[in-house]
C-alpha cells in the first residue's frame, strides 16, 4: 500500500495544538492553551428542558433526515438577531446552517479554491482555518494583524501583485490574538478589495463576547456584495453540537449548498431543534451578559498579573473581548523553548508557531483566559513570568 | 465576482432527486421516489430519556468540546458489535466516528484522491458517493452490479489498464439497486484486488436490515489490509443525528483525523452521548427486528404488486434487505419519460440516470418501499404499471 494518500492531505499542518493538549491532560498543569469556552456556563438545565420538550412536541420529524439548509426557524433566529444587532438585512435563504462554524471553512475551501489559487490570511491566523484551505492547496499570503487590524501597507502590496480569491478575517477578538479591527481599519481594508472578485471571509465565532466598547461594522455592510459571513453558537451556548452558519448571496449559496450535500447531507437536526428550542424558551443575551462578565474579569486579572509578573520587555494585547490574548516575547526568544520551561513549572500555553504559515519558530504565545479562575490565572501567570525571566 | 468558483464545485452533479423530492412532497402523490427510513420506528421515548438521563447523569460534560475521534463509549459498542455479529477484532482506536457515514465518503476522498486518480465505482451505484468523490475529481471507473454482486469480468477488464486507488462498494441492498454481493462474488473482487494498492471501501448502512438469508463474508474479513468499513446509525435507530462510523487500520486513521478535524473538529458530542445512553439502556436488535419484520414485508408486497402489474418485459430484482428495488424497463423505453406520465397519476419514483456516471438517460429506476404501507404499495404500483403500459 504505497504512495496511496493524496499530495493535499500531506500538505496540512498537523495539529501542534492537539499535541499541547495531550500534554496539559495532567491536572496538576496549569493550562492557558486549551481554546475552550468555560463550562460552568453551559446551560444544560435549559438545553435538557429544550430537549425534553421538543420530544415531547414534535416526536419523530425532529429525528428525520431533514434539509440541507438547515432548520428554517433557527435560520430565521440568525436572520432576526443580524437584523437587532447590526441592523442587516440578511435574508433566510441566504443562512445555511453548518456542522460547526469550522464546516463553514471546509465548504468555502471547496466551493472556490482551485490549487495555487491566492488567499490571503491574517498573520498569526486561526489554525482551523490554514488547516481546512490547506486542503484545497492554495497559495497562503499571510497579512500581518496588529492592535487596531490589518496591517494596510502590507495588504496593498500583496494586492499589487496578486489577485486573492479569498481573504479570510476573523474581526472581533481574534483566535490567537484578541486582536480587533477598528472601523477605519475595516473601511480601509474594504476600499482595498473594492471592485475585486475578493471573497471577505468574515468570521465571527467571539462578536457576542465583548466586554468593552462597541459593536464593529461588518464588511457585509462595507463590501455587501463580498462578503461571506461565518457565525457560531459554540462560545455562546455550547460547542459540543457542532452549530454554525454561514452567510452567502443566492449564486453562492447554491454552490455551497452542493459542498455541503456531499459533505454531509445536512448537519445534526435532533441538535438544531434542542438549540432553537432553548434559544426561543431563554433569554440569550442575559446568558451571554453572564459570560461576558466572567470573561471580562478575566481577562483584566490576566493582564494586571502580566503587568506585575512579565519583565518589561514582553509586549501583550489587551483584547475587549473573545477568549485569548497574546504575548509576545523580547526578538529573539523562542516560545518553544518557553513552553518547555514552563511545563517544568506546571504551566501551559501555546505557542504562536502554527498560526504562522511556513515559520519555524517565533516569539509569541496564545493565552486563554476563559477557563481559568481568578486566583489560578495570577498563579499561572506568576510562575509563566519567572519562566520568561530564567530565559532572558 | 467572475470566474470566482473552483474546478471541483463545477464538477459535482447537481442532486437531481433533491429536485424530484421537491415534486413529491404534494401530499396526493404516492411516493417511492424518497431514500427515507420509515419514521414510525423512531425510538421517539428512548431517545427522550436516553437526553434526559444524559443529561443529567453527565451535566455539562456532554456540551464540551470532545475529541475528533469521537466518544470512546459509542466506538466500543460498535467495536462490541463487529465482534458479536461478524467476529470481527476491529480495535476502538481504528473506529473514527463521523458526522453520517456521508462524511466518511468526504473525508476518504480527501485522504487519498488527487485528482485524475482511478476510482472504481458500482453502476448504478450511490449518488452520495458520486458527489462526495466528484470533489477530488477523480477519474470513474463504472463497473456494473448485477444479480449476485459485481460484474467480475468487467472488473478484470479495468484492473487490466488501470490501478486504482478506491473502490466503493455497497455490498449489501445497495442504494440504488438493492442487489447485495453472494460470498462467492466477493471472493472473486478480493483476489481481483489482493496484492494491489487499491483500497476497498466497504459502505454497509443497509447491512443489519436483513429481512432473509445469512450475513455474508466482510472484505475486512477477506482483504483485511485493503478494507476501510463505513457503517451508520441512520437506518436502525435515526438519522437526524448524523451519526456515522469509518473504520481503518493505524497508518491510514492517522491521515482521516487530519482530514475529520479541517472538516467539522469532531462530530455533534451531545448526540453521540444521546445515542450512546440509548443504545446501552435499550435493546437494539429488538428494535432492528421490528423494523426488518414491516419493510420486509412492504418488501414482498411490493415484489408480488409488480408482478401483478408491471408489463411482462420489465425486470425487477428481489432483495434480501435494506429499502430499494430496482426497475428495469424495456430497452429504449426512457425512465425520465416514465417519471413525467407517473406524475401525471400521482405517483413518483427515482429515475436511474443519476445513479450512473455521465449517461443522459436510462431505462432503470428505483423504488422506496421502505416509506409506503401496504395498500399504498400496491395502488402507487398499479398506477405506475399503467403508466408503463401508456408509454409501451
Redesign the interface.
Request: glycine fraction near 4%; charge should be positive.
Given at each position: 500500500?504505497?504512495?496511496?494518500?493524496?499530495?493535499?492531505?500531506t500538505d496540512?499542518p498537523?495539529?501542534f495544538i492537539?499535541e499541547i493538549l495531550k500534554v496539559t491532560i495532567d491536572d496538576s498543569i496549569i493550562s492557558f492553551a486549551g481554546?475552550?469556552?468555560n463550562?460552568?456556563f453551559?446551560p444544560?438545565?435549559g438545553?435538557?428542558k429544550a430537549?425534553?420538550d421538543v420530544?415531547?412536541d414534535a416526536?419523530?420529524?425532529?429525528?428525520?433526515?431533514?434539509n440541507?439548509e438547515g432548520y428554517l426557524g433557527l435560520r430565521q433566529f440568525i436572520a432576526d438577531r443580524y437584523r437587532k444587532q447590526e441592523g442587516l438585512d440578511i435574508p433566510v435563504d441566504d443562512i445555511l446552517i453548518t456542522?460547526?462554524s469550522?464546516?463553514g471553512?471546509?465548504l468555502l475551501a471547496?466551493?472556490?479554491?482551485?490549487e495555487g489559487?491566492d488567499l490571503i490570511i491574517e498573520e498569526p491566523g486561526y489554525l482551523?482555518a490554514i488547516?481546512?484551505f490547506?486542503?484545497?492547496r492554495p497559495h497562503f499570503h499571510p497579512v500581518p494583524v496588529q492592535e487596531g487590524g490589518m496591517d494596510i501597507a502590507a495588504l496593498a502590496q500583496v494586492l499589487r501583485k496578486r489577485h486573492p480569491?479569498l481573504f479570510y478575517t476573523v474581526t472581533n477578538f481574534q483566535n490567537p490574538s484578541g486582536i480587533s479591527y477598528i472601523d477605519e481599519n475595516r473601511k480601509d481594508v474594504a476600499r482595498l478589495i473594492q471592485g475585486r472578485?475578493c471573497?471577505i471571509i468574515q468570521d465571527d465565532p467571539y462578536g457576542d463576547l465583548r466586554f468593552r466598547g462597541d459593536r464593529r461594522i461588518s464588511f457585509k455592510r462595507l463590501l455587501p456584495?463580498?462578503a461571506i459571513l461565518l457565525g457560531s453558537f459554540?462560545k455562546t451556548v455550547?460547542?459540543?453540537?457542532?452549530l454554525g452558519w454561514l452567510v452567502a448571496p443566492p449564486p453562492i449559496m447554491e454552490?455551497v449548498i452542493?459542498?455541503k450535500?456531499?459533505?454531509?447531507?445536512?448537519?445534526?437536526?435532533?441538535?438544531q431543534r434542542?438549540l432553537h428550542r432553548f434559544l426561543h424558551d431563554n433569554d440569550i443575551d442575559a446568558h451571554i451578559a453572564t459570560i461576558i462578565h466572567q470573561y471580562g474579569r478575566q481577562k483584566e486579572v490576566m493582564v494586571d498579573a502580566i503587568k506585575q509578573f512579565f519583565p518589561a520587555g514582553v509586549q501583550s494585547t489587551n483584547p475587549d473581548g473573545g477568549m485569548f490574548l497574546w504575548a509576545t516575547l523580547p526578538e529573539g526568544l523562542s516560545s518553544m523553548r518557553l513552553f518547555e520551561a514552563a511545563i517544568a513549572k506546571k504551566v501551559a500555553f501555546v505557542p504562536g508557531t502554527p498560526f504562522y504559515i511556513n515559520r519555524k519558530d517565533t516569539n509569541t504565545l496564545r493565552l486563554n483566559f476563559s477557563c481559568s479562575d481568578e486566583p489560578t490565572i495570577i498563579e499561572g501567570i506568576r510562575r509563566l513570568g519567572a519562566s520568561i525571566r530564567e530565559l532572558t
Open positions: 500500500m504505497e504512495n496511496i494518500f493524496s499530495d493535499r492531505i496540512v498537523k495539529s492537539r481554546g475552550l469556552p463550562r460552568q453551559f444544560v438545565r438545553l435538557q430537549a425534553n420530544f415531547a416526536g419523530s420529524e425532529i429525528l428525520q433526515y431533514a440541507s456542522t460547526g469550522q464546516q471553512l471546509d471547496k466551493t472556490f479554491l482551485n489559487d482551523g488547516q481546512a490547506s486542503l484545497c480569491k472578485s471573497l456584495e463580498n459554540s455550547a460547542p459540543a453540537l457542532r454552490k452542493v459542498a450535500q456531499a459533505a454531509d447531507l445536512h448537519t445534526d437536526y435532533l441538535s434542542i
